[in-house]
């Protein structure tokens, strides 16, 4: 059986994570891991370890509130560097010095199973120092990468570093080709993850409903700090309807629903695709929900706030004329925008609402059948592959 060592950091790259490893046990077998990942997926796969960190531990937003997870992501690699060593057979100096630190002991070190390959999802700012940790460490130990860094959007010159210190890059983007030379797409994580569509019969009858019919869900994303900044807004818009009102909120959020503050009017919900595949519109934060709803069929408007000096910094460095995945890809493929986006001081009642009251439906139904196309299938099978083929190259 073979064990392997996952980087997990983000709740999105867990989902990930979850249909790869259901992919694997179903093609080839048993596995184990370790490294940083949800620690609910040792019970649902009956792993023999437990997470060396909970993913839980390292979830912050933007630059300001990464600053504190700084000194554990530093232990954090030194000590999966050390358990990669003690695969190998060797020591390396971050063992010695970890021999007596915290949790991570000699026993643990001398415990460790046999690593067959190391997954690093998404997370740049972890995973790319510690694959330069291992490579300085001479591990052998294959390394892949999972969900590359957006170069396209800022930082190229990571390029170059990332194809240095990795032995296989799994793109989930169809354009991420034309900047790493050694990309390979594998599909997109999403489109094993969805299950249900909507169909024309659906658009149809959007088209015929009225208000009163409706169901508008509101996704204002998974982390405290965009909760916080978005709600007030999202609870003012949600008056203005006389349609049923869906708050979806990620599951681990629900023993904490005090952060999204006063509720009433709203219906708690935290099946994203299944809220989606619901509504008749929704309005969602920008990240991977969008893209969701974009390859559901649900029309949407995407609206993000972050704190200000963050916003700053990126405007900075990000050169793209939109932030929501769904319009990105409409942007590489020569399209114009499938969504309204709104961002910082945009993100107001009076905007959302006349942004919703002019969308134009047919033609976003018309483009979601071309992101599917673009797409092609999903990634969990191929990357599964990948992962049970590396160590072989030993």
């Not at 982390?223 to 949600?238: C, G, N, Q, W, Y």
């Not at 963050?310 to 995945?325: M, P």
Request: hydrophobic residues 45%; positive net charge; aromatic residues 12%.
């Amino acid at each position: 059986m073979k064990t392997f060592l996952v980087c997990a950091l983000e709740p999105s790259a867990n989902l990930h994570l979850k249909e790869l490893l259901k992919a694997y046990k179903k093609e080839f077998g048993e596995f184990d891991l370790v490294g940083i990942y949800d620690e609910s997926l040792c019970e649902e796969f009956c792993l023999r370890s437990k997470p060396l960190y909970s993913s839980h531990e390292f979830s912050a937003m933007g630059f300001v509130e990464i600053l504190p997870l700084v000194f554990k992501a530093k232990k954090a690699c030194k000590e999966l560097v050390s358990l990669v060593m003690q695969s190998e057979g060797l020591k390396s100096k971050n063992a010695l010095n970890l021999e007596n630190q915290g949790s991570f002991t000699q026993e643990n070190l001398e415990q460790s199973p046999k690593i067959s390959a190391i997954l690093c999802i998404d997370s740049p700012a972890f995973n790319i120092p510690l694959a330069k940790a291992l490579k300085k460490a001479h591990s052998k130990t294959k390394r892949i990468y999972y969900i590359l860094p957006q170069v396209w959007a800022w930082k190229k010159g990571r390029i170059p570093v990332i194809e240095a210190h990795f032995d296989a890059l799994a793109s989930i983007l169809p354009f991420d080709e034309q900047f790493f030379s050694k990309s390979v797409y594998v599909g997109h994580p999403l489109l094993d993850e969805l299950k249900e569509f909507k169909d024309e019969k659906d658009f149809e009858a959007l088209l015929k409903k009225e208000e009163k019919e409706k169901l508008i869900a509101f996704l204002p994303g998974s982390r405290k700090s965009e909760i916080t900044r978005l709600m007030p807004v999202f609870r003012d818009l949600a008056s203005k309807f006389s349609a049923k009102k869906v708050l979806c909120v990620p599951p681990f959020n629900l023993n904490r629903l005090e952060i999204y503050g006063d509720l009433d009017g709203f219906e708690v919900k935290s099946n994203t695709p299944a809220v989606l595949k619901k509504a008749d519109f929704a309005f969602i934060c920008s990240g991977t929900a969008t893209l969701e709803a974009a390859l559901i069929g649900t029309p949407f408007i995407l609206a993000y706030k972050a704190k200000s000096v963050d916003f700053f910094i990126a405007k900075c460095f990000v050169k793209l004329k939109h932030i929501g995945l769904a319009n990105i890809f409409c942007d590489f493929a020569g399209k114009s925008e499938l969504n309204p986006e709104f961002l910082q001081a945009e993100v107001n009642v009076l905007n959302l609402y006349e942004a919703y009251k002019k969308f134009d439906y047919k033609e976003f139904f018309a483009k979601v059948s071309f992101l599917k196309e673009y797409l092609r299938f999903g990634s969990a099978r191929n990357l599964a592959k990948i992962l049970f083929e590396i160590d072989k190259e030993k």
